[in-house]
């Protein structure tokens, strides 16, 4: 009996597994954002009656937005990995699938980071307040581009560091998972630090000069988005779905 | 005949350093109904997890339908290996997972799966977390038979299946398999419920293979002897019982090893000859003292 044969799939492998992982994520997300979206319009409301509005509150946001899909793609890696080899996959796809949901995840909550941002911008302009952003690690731009590119990037980068935490302890398990981390997790904190211009700890822009810090922090962050889908997809072909212990 | 056939050679596999199966060599017929027995850690599921390419071997060769399976995707598409109660996702709805398997599969068939549901009474809305286990265990035979893989390998998903539940899972089974035959794989410890099933067996001890064989020829290794107790003992004297029953002044006694006489001296004494018991087989054969690493 040969399968290819007798029917095709319906999907393409990769294809219906990106599409799995993205829906997953971005169900997720949609719940993530509605709450942010209340808490910063509270958030607003209580500074303004308090005090004075002066800096971007969404901007806050922006950790969230990189830990807590991190931290998702961790757990789904661990999960999903027996139910798709379970259905006849290869870890090939899985790989891949992975890899697109994150960059699809990433370049999602990037367009709805960004764009919330330009409503709050305009709600500020509109009531006459500053608007600028003060979050610890983001440059004090206000060149939408420059926010938008920084912070997707870094959200890709940071998702495809919670796919590499994940396959790292499954493949080395807790001591090496652990020792790894600064290799694994590190990525989000290079890239922040590069996009973070002045604001950071290493001022790239003097580095680099205040007109090459961000080309070469974007250049640098794809190169990096790069090596680790390649170590990704390395370290998932070769892992073993883990023995149920029920 | 249809299936996937499987050629394993020399095949060792390990988890860290225990050696879960130690260069083991075996065949497996397609379209057959193989039996794979074997003690708790005998390397049943190891054996059953390196087919399916959940698990990479040590070393040695494994050959389904001719072709290696790690990674192939034509022989993963059509190898399905369910685990107890299956790796699905658990907090998917059950009608959820049979889509996305539906999907994936190319063979799968919607309208079994809908009808093996309704036999086992389970809920498409449900989750499988919310499910009792022997609900769950229902719904990965349901997913093990609706894949209608050309190799499908049932590793012990019977687990909390009531008996009722279990005799439906065999009927089920074996009414699928008569009209799409495939090569089906089952490892059970409820030896004598699936017996029926089987066509070959593949029997496993600590990590090594005990016996491959047709059930048939398995069965004719030994001989049940019924009959007044007294000349069921005279029968079995000095002979290799691995097994023996009394009802009142009845007994029966299970035989390996037969002889060619055993016939005519069973006329001659007034007593009945039987075939053997899978099970009782499996006891004597796998029947040992642990030794002192596995008593620790």
Known sequence: MTVDVARAPRVSSVRATAQWLLMMHLYLAMWAWAMAIVVVTLAIVVINTVGEVQN???SFARQGAIWFPFSVFIAITAAYLPVHIAAGLTRRSLARGSILAAIGT????GLVYNGLLLVERAVFGAMGWEWRVLEGMSPDTADPLAIATSTTLTFVVAYLCGLLVGITYMRAGGWWGTLALPLTVGPILVVSVL????????????????????PIAAAASLLIIAVQAFAFDRLTRGVDVPRRTT | MSGFGVEVRDLTARYDATVALDSVSFTIRPGVITGLLGRN???????????????RRASGTVLVDGEDPWENERVLAGTCLVRESGDV??????????????????????????????????DPLNRPDR??????????????????????LLDEVHLGMDAPSRYAFYDALLADWLEHPRTI???????????????????????????????????????????????????????????????????????????????????????????????????HLTDRVPTPEEAR
């Open chain 1, 56 to 58: 971007s509150v969404l």
């Open chain 1, 106 to 109: 990433g370049i999602a909550y």
């Open chain 1, 195 to 214: 996009f973070a211009y002045e604001s950071g700890p290493l001022e790239t822009s003097a580095w680099f000069g205040s007109d090459q810090a961000s």
């Open chain 2, 41 to 55: 850690g005998s390397g049943k599921t190891t054996a059953l997890s390196v087919l399916a390419a959940f698990k």
């Open chain 2, 89 to 122: 996702a658990q907090d998917q709805k059950l009608k959820d997972t049979l889509e996305f398997l539906a999907d994936r599969r190319p063979l799968f068939d919607t309208q079994l799966a809908g009808a093996l549901m309704d036999r086992f009474e389970l």
């Open chain 2, 131 to 152: 499910l009792s286990r022997g609900k769950r265990s229902a719904f990965g035979v349901v997913v093990g038979i609706a894949s209608r893989t050309p190799l499908t």
């Open chain 2, 185 to 283: 794989v089952l490892s059970s410890h409820l030896i004598g419920e699936i017996e029926r099933l089987l066509e070959d067996v593949v029997m496993l001890d600590r990590g090594a293979v005990l016996t491959v064989s047709d059930a048939d020829t398995l069965r004719s290794s030994g001989l049940t002897v019924t009959g007044p107790a007294h000349d069921v003992a005279a029968f079995v004297a000095g002979r290799e019982v691995v097994a023996r029953q009394h009802l009142g002044r009845t007994a029966q006694a299970t035989l390996v090893g037969p002889r060619d006489d055993d016939a005519a001296r069973a006329r001659a004494a007034g007593l009945e000859l039987g075939p053997v018991a899978l099970q009782d087989l499996f006891v």
